[in-house]
């Protein structure tokens, strides 16, 4: 599912050898619990005429007394244009990413929206040029199979 | 002129593989559920390792039994699979996959009209090899209703004086068939009493769906008697590269790296290289491989029972062996019939010995995509055989 979650319930019961109604259960309390989090389409926007851009952004900042840095992260998350955000170990604090229309609007957000905030010390922002891979799929055309027909 | 040919070459049948590929390979639009080998690339690290192998020049041969590292690592693996020890340095050999330790095999076991006992349906070269170390090839019929199994029953009236070896091709290419611990036990007490020799071809081993794989040669007494073959590539997805090995008892293991020696010298040393990194770091990629095709074999026993078509369920290997006995015509019929159509490319049952006649050998070595589209073509082409019964 996690490859395919548009993959039909009675097939995949069939897959796992399991009965149809348990894999529905076991699929409805895993979305009570939020294991299962949500149902993406993955996009190669490339491909389509939309004009988009993605930024990874590091960010340092100063963590907050009681807080460390997750009200911070939160000033941050919920800005909608914002993809993602990691806590990180290393050289930084966290990382962001973002999409936006043009590099302008990223650059905009980062000098207007991001940098501002009190406790961010520094970013660091850098523009994806290719996705060659996401999520686990490969996103460049894969040569085909070479394989012969029959053989023993 | 002389005649070139030896006499020997002619008693061996061309493979009835041959004639269904020439006719799928000049078609078009064809979805082919007729080949022997994984369709998952080699996983990416082993590759990456034979590349390296390569830029680093270790372009030499290697010693004639294998690369010392690797003989290393499959002993180790086979502890840990089939909890059976052998001494890497004078119990196992690397071979150019596991076809050629069959040849070798048989030629260092036989004498001239020593007979050999060989399960069908079973993979093409069992016979060729044995009629080629001048051993006489009998065939043991195994029976669908005890889903391909092989049982001391099928084997009595068989042996002889004269039987020497025992081929044990389990988990099955044809039927996919398995034999459990239990089911061994039997046949380890015939080979013990009839005094055998067992050659063990356990190439599919790493795509057992019901348990653990069991090896006759873990069985009391089975380990002096028996030759384990097995290779990289079914379950490390590695048929290109060549690869196999062989373990068994020191006397036997000494003449058949001596013929090995002056046949082959070695096996390729970059795919040496390659497998001791397959060995070591790639259990997870076996297991994901595993988990796929056993999803892609629920998928198809499922659809097959909604077809109504007759299949026991096999649980090894990648293959299913479903009955066509309701359409009374030959498999090969069938399958020349099928592959003309509706193009769908599957091998009649019959190329795996005559007790295959009435089946076909179906693989489940492909994508669930290409699985769904092939089965909907052979649906259409089942309803179409049975309307005109009917009609």
């Known amino acids: ?152 | 002129m002389r005649n070139p040919i030896a006499k020997k070459i002619t008693q061996v049948q061309p493979s009835g593989i041959r004639k269904f590929f020439d006719i799928a390979s000049e078609m078009d639009d064809v979805i082919s559920l007729g080949v022997g080998e994984p369709d998952f690339d080699t996983p990416w690290r082993i590759r990456e390792e034979g590349i390296f192998s390569l830029e680093r020049g270790r372009t030499f041969y290697t010693s004639n039994a294998g690369l010392q590292e690797l003989r290393d690592e499959i002993c180790r693996y086979l502890e840990r699979k089939i909890h059976v020890s052998y001494d890497p340095k004078k119990e196992t050999m690397v071979t150019v996959g596991g076809s050629e330790a069959i040849d070798v095999a048989m030629r260092c076991m036989l004498d001239p009209g020593d007979e050999v006992l060989i399960p069908q349906p079973c993979y093409v070269s069992y016979v060729p090899c044995a009629i080629m170390a001048d051993g006489v090839p009998v065939v043991v019929e195994l029976k669908n209703e005890n889903e391909f199994k092989l049982t001391v029953d099928d084997m009595e009236k068989k042996v002889t004086e004269r039987t020497k070896i025992l081929v044990m091709p389990f988990p099955n290419n044809p039927t996919g068939s398995i034999m459990t611990r239990e089911d061994l036990e039997p046949v380890a007490e015939f080979v013990k009493e009839h005094d055998l020799y067992v050659i063990s071809d356990e190439i599919y081993s790493e795509l057992s769906y019901k348990g653990e794989h069991v090896s006759i040669a873990s069985l009391p007494g089975m380990r002096e008697r028996t030759i384990v073959i097995n290779g990289f590539s079914k379950g490390f997805a590695m048929t290109g590269w060549r690869l196999g090995y062989c373990c068994g008892p020191e006397e036997i293991l000494k003449q058949m790296i001596k013929l090995h020696q002056f046949a082959i010298m070695c096996a390729p040393t970059n795919s040496q290289y390659a497998a001791v990194e397959g060995l070591r770091s790639c259990d997870e990629d076996v297991e994901e491989m595993r988990r796929a095709y056993n999803q892609r074999r629920r998928f198809l026993m499922h659809e097959f029972a909604r077809m109504g078509l007759a299949c026991f369920e096999p649980y090894g290997a990648f293959y299913v062996f479903p009955s066509i006995e309701e359409f009374q015509m030959s498999s090969d019929e069938f399958a020349t019939r099928l592959l003309k159509e509706e193009r769908v490319a599957v091998v009649p049952g019959s190329a795996f010995g005559e007790c295959g006649e009435g089946f076909l050998r179906i693989s489940y070595a492909y994508s669930l995509e290409d699985l769904k589209a092939a089965l909907g073509r052979l649906e259409h082409f089942i309803q179409r055989l049975r309307n005109e019964r009917e009609g």
């Open chain 1, 1 to 152: 599912m996690e490859r395919n979650s548009r993959i039909d319930l009675k097939e995949l019961a069939v897959l796992l050898g399991l009965e149809e109604a348990i894999v529905a259960n076991e699929i409805a309390e895993m979305e009570k619990e939020k294991v299962i989090c949500g149902y993406h389409t993955l996009i190669d926007w490339d491909k389509t005429g939309t004009e988009k851009v993605t930024a990874l952004i590091e960010v340092r900042v100063t963590p907050q007394r009681n807080q460390g840095f997750d009200r911070i992260a939160e000033r941050i998350y919920n800005y909608p244009e914002v993809h993602a955000v990691y806590l990180i170990s290393g050289g930084y604090d966290l990382l962001v990413t973002l999409e936006g229309k043009t590099l302008k609007e990223v650059s905009r957000f980062v000098s207007e929206k991001l940098a501002p905030i009190d406790s961010v010390i520094s970013t660091a922002t850098y523009f994806i040029l290719k996705k060659y891979k996401d999520f686990g799929t490969i996103m460049v055309p894969k040569t085909e199979s070479e394989r012969m027909v029959v053989t023993p």
